[in-house]
């Protein structure tokens, strides 16, 4: 056979099993563009799906309520992010972390502060005065 074959093949001479060779590797080609462009709007749905969702447990949770007049060991183990039974290096290591954080310093509050202190104290067993500086 000689001729182009759909205008791939510039007058060329071809025998049979070159026509097939030549017409099944555009096919070939086409179906892997296609596959590709279905894998990549797969893929795009599920992102923005998984987007979508609402957090989940794994953030972590922060104490959200207002303070007592009295601090309790409660409340001095929830704005540290600890349990009232947690050993001494533990309560000083999660103080440093959340003054860290909020330290007045690096733009955080007084207030803040003053309250992580007083839950530092509370749980270590330190009496002071008074409650608070505020």
């Not at 979508?52 to 009295?70: D, I, L, S, V, W």
Request: aromatic share 6%.
């Amino acid at each position: 056979m000689q001729g182009c074959i759909l205008g791939f093949l510039i007058c060329c001479s071809c025998d049979e099993s070159d026509l097939h060779n030549h017409v099944s590797s555009p096919l070939i080609a086409g179906l892997a563009v296609a596959a590709a462009a279905l894998a990549g709007r797969y893929s795009i749905q599920a992102w923005q799906a998984i987007k979508a969702r609402p957090p989940t447990a794994r953030m972590r949770k922060f104490y959200e309520g207002g303070f007592q007049p009295k601090m309790t060991r409660r409340e001095a183990a929830l704005i540290l992010g600890v349990r009232e039974s947690t050993p001494p290096d533990k309560i000083k290591e999660a103080h440093r972390r959340v003054m860290v954080a909020n330290h007045p310093d690096a733009g955080g509050s007084h207030y803040l502060a003053s309250k992580i202190n007083e839950a530092k104290d509370v749980l270590l067993g330190k009496t002071k005065s008074s409650d608070s500086a505020f």
